[in-house]
C-alpha cells in the first residue's frame, strides 16, 4: 500500500516536471522585459493579465499570417494524405494484382529513406518548377505520408470483404464501394490520420526552412526564429510567440488525444 | 508482362478488378516515386558529380567521397551527434518505460489518464518552440535552471554556452520531448498483456522484481526493441533543436549530420558535398532498421 502511494507520488513529481516548461513559458509571456530579468527571480508575473507581449508580437511580426500559412499547409496537407492514403490503402488491402506486395513493401521502404537525403535534389526540382517561396512548393513532400497509407491498409484489412461483395452484386461501382461502403466504417482511422498529419505539418521546419524565402511565406515555427538572434533574445516576447503557435494545436491535441494516442500506438512508425 | 497487358486492357471481370485495385494504388505509387525514390536516385548520382559554378556538372567517381570522409569536421559532426544519442537515446527509453509501469499500476483511471496527458504534452509542441523555452530555462543570467542550482548554492551555469555542458543540454531537450511518445507506446503494449499471467505469477509466488524480470520486460521486448530504433534514427536526424538554439556552436562543439548537411548545401550551395552526406544518413540508417529486421524476426517465447 505503501509502495503504491509512493509510486503515485512520483508519477505526480514527474508529470509536474515535464510540464513545468510550458508553465513557465505561459508564466514568461505575461511578464514585462524588467520583470523578467529581475534578480531574485519571482515566479509569478506582477500582473497576471498583462497581454501586452502578445500584442507586440502581432505589432512586430505579420505572426496572424503565419498562422494563417501554418493552418492553411496542415489542413491541405492532412486532407491530401487522407484521400490518397484511404484510396491507396483499400488496394493494398482487398485487392489482388500482380507485384501488389512488392509495391506495399516498397511504400513501407520508403520509411527508412530519411527525408534529409533526398532533400537536395527536391529542393533543385522544386527551384526549376518555380516553386520555392509558394504554398505548393511548401507542401510538395507533405502531401502523403508513408504512416498514413500503413494506417489505412490496416484500418481497412479488418473489414469482411461480405459487405464488397454484396456491394458487387448490387452492380455497385468500384469507386462507389470504396466511397459508400468501406470509408463509413474506418471513420475512427481516418480521424486518427487527419490529426495526427495536421500535427506533423504545423510542426514542420526543416522543409519549410529551405523552401521559405519571403516573411509572407513564413509558417509559424520559422517565424518564432524571427525572435532570436544570437546576441540578445527578447524572451517574453519570444515566449508569447510560442504560445501563439502551441495554443492551437495543443487545443487540438487536449480534445483528440484519443485519436492521437491511437495513431502513435497503431504505428510508431514516423522516424 | 503479360499480367500488365492484360491489367491494363481487361477482358474479363477478374482483370477489371485487378486493374481496379491497381488505380487506387497508383495516385499513392506515383507520389513516392516522384518525391523519394527519384529524388533518392539523384541524391545517389549526384555524390559522384561536382557542379561547376555555371550549371554542368561533371563525373568525378569518389572524389566527393574522399573529400568528405577524409575531412576532420564531418567527423567532428559525426562523433557529436553519436554523443548526443548515447545520452538521450537510452535516458528517453529507461524514462519512459519506468513511467509507463508506474501509470500501469496506478488504480484510479482517472489520475492515469490526466498523468499520462502531462507527460504526452511535450510530443504536441515543434521541437523549434520546445527548444528555445528549454534555452530560456538554460539562460545563464536569468534562466530558471541557475535560480534553481542557487536555492542550493551552486554558482551559476553555461549551459548551452558551455563547450562541456552543450550536448548534454541539448540531449536533455530531445529527452523531454521524446519521453511522453515512447511511454504512450509501452503503456498501450503493457495494457495488452492479459492479467492471467499477473495471476499466475501471483499463485506461483512471484515477489514484483520477479515479475519485472521475468514476466512484464519480456513481454515488452519487441516494443523496448522498436523504440530503441525509432529513438536511434529520431536522434541522430537531431536539426530543429540544434538549428534553432545553438546552431551548432560554442565552437562546434554541437555541430551535427543533418546540421552541416544543411549548411553545406543551402549554406555554401555544395550540393555534391551535401549529397555525399545525404548518402550517408541513409546508408547509416538503412543498416539500423535492417538490424532492427534481423532482431525483430527472432521469436519471442513466452
Not at chain 1, 10 to 19: I, N, P
Not at chain 2, 61 to 85: C, M, P, Q
Not at chain 2, 127 to 156: E, K, M
Not at chain 2, 284 to 300: A, D, E, H, N, Y
Request: net charge positive.
Amino acid at each position: 500500500m505503501r509502495l503504491r502511494w509512493l509510486t503515485a507520488l512520483l508519477l505526480a513529481c514527474g508529470a509536474l516536471t515535464v510540464f513545468f516548461p510550458f508553465f513557465w513559458m505561459a508564466v514568461t509571456s505575461l511578464k514585462t522585459a524588467p520583470e523578467i530579468q529581475r534578480v531574485p527571480l519571482r515566479i509569478a508575473p506582477d500582473h497576471w493579465m498583462n497581454l501586452g507581449n502578445y500584442r507586440e508580437v502581432f505589432h512586430r511580426e505579420p505572426f496572424g499570417r503565419y498562422l494563417f500559412n501554418s493552418g492553411l499547409i496542415a489542413s491541405v496537407s492532412a486532407v491530401s494524405s487522407l484521400i490518397v492514403s484511404s484510396l491507396a490503402g483499400y488496394g493494398f488491402a482487398k485487392f489482388r494484382f500482380p507485384a501488389r506486395d512488392a509495391f506495399f513493401f516498397a511504400i513501407i521502404g520508403i520509411l527508412m529513406v530519411p527525408f534529409q537525403s533526398v532533400v537536395v535534389p527536391l529542393y533543385l526540382w522544386v527551384n526549376r518548377l518555380g516553386f520555392l517561396d509558394t504554398y505548393l512548393g511548401i507542401l510538395a513532400p507533405d502531401l502523403v505520408s508513408v504512416f498514413g497509407v500503413f494506417l489505412m491498409r490496416q484500418a481497412i484489412e479488418v473489414l469482411p470483404n461480405d459487405y464488397i461483395d454484396a456491394a458487387r452484386i448490387d452492380g455497385c461501382s468500384e469507386f462507389r464501394i470504396f466511397y459508400r461502403v468501406i470509408l463509413p466504417m474506418v471513420k475512427p482511422a481516418m480521424a486518427t490520420l487527419l490529426i495526427i498529419k495536421f500535427m506533423w505539418t504545423w510542426n514542420e521546419f526543416f522543409w519549410p526552412l529551405v523552401v521559405v524565402n519571403s516573411p509572407s511565406m513564413r509558417v509559424v515555427t520559422i517565424g518564432l526564429m524571427s525572435f532570436t538572434n544570437i546576441y540578445f533574445i527578447e524572451y517574453n516576447l519570444l515566449t508569447a510567440a510560442a504560445v501563439i503557435s502551441i495554443l492551437p494545436i495543443l487545443v487540438v491535441f487536449l480534445t483528440l488525444q484519443k485519436w492521437v494516442v491511437r495513431g502513435v500506438v497503431m504505428s510508431g512508425l514516423k522516424g | 508482362m503479360r499480367h500488365w497487358v492484360r491489367v491494363a486492357f481487361p477482358k474479363t471481370y477478374m482483370d477489371r478488378q485487378r486493374r481496379a485495385g491497381f488505380l487506387f494504388i497508383l495516385p499513392a505509387v506515383t507520389y513516392f516515386s516522384l518525391v523519394f525514390i527519384v529524388p533518392l536516385i539523384q541524391s545517389v548520382i549526384g555524390s559522384f558529380h561536382r557542379t561547376v559554378p555555371g550549371g554542368t556538372s561533371q563525373f568525378v567517381g569518389t572524389r566527393l567521397y574522399e573529400k568528405v570522409l577524409t575531412d576532420s569536421t564531418f567527423w567532428t559532426a559525426v562523433r557529436n551527434t553519436i554523443h548526443l544519442l548515447l545520452m538521450s537515446v537510452p535516458t528517453t527509453v529507461v524514462l519512459a518505460l519506468v513511467v509507463a509501469i508506474g501509470l500501469h499500476r496506478l488504480v484510479s483511471l482517472r489520475w492515469r489518464n490526466v498523468w499520462a496527458a502531462m507527460y504526452f504534452l511535450p510530443f504536441s509542441a515543434s521541437l523549434v518552440a520546445a527548444a528555445l523555452i528549454w534555452q530560456w530555462i538554460y539562460d545563464p543570467v536569468y534562466g530558471f535552471l541557475n535560480y534553481l542550482l542557487s536555492l542550493v548554492r551552486i554558482p551559476p551555469q553555461k549551459w548551452l554556452q558551455s563547450l562541456a555542458q552543450v550536448r548534454p543540454s541539448i540531449a536533455l531537450v530531445s529527452v523531454w520531448v521524446r519521453l511522453g511518445f515512447d511511454t504512450m507506446i509501452f503503456l498501450a503494449a503493457l495494457q495488452s498483456i492479459p492479467g492471467e499471467y499477473y495471476e499466475a505469477a501471483d499463485i506461483d509466488g512471484a515477489s514484483g522484481c520477479q515479475r519485472l524480470r521475468y514476466l512484464t520486460l519480456p513481454l515488452l521486448n519487441p516494443q523496448i526493441i522498436m523504440v530503441c530504433i525509432l529513438e536511434l534514427i529520431f536522434n541522430f536526424k537531431i536539426f530543429d533543436q540544434v538549428y534553432a538554439t545553438t546552431q551548432g556552436g560554442p565552437a562546434s562543439a554541437s555541430q551535427t549530420v543533418i546540421m552541416l548537411l544543411y549548411d553545406t548545401a543551402f549554406k555554401y550551395f555544395r550540393m555534391g558535398d551535401a549529397s555525399v552526406m545525404a548518402v550517408f544518413v541513409f546508408v547509416t540508417l538503412l543498416t539500423v532498421t535492417l538490424l532492427q529486421w534481423r532482431i525483430f524476426r527472432k521469436p519471442v517465447e513466452y
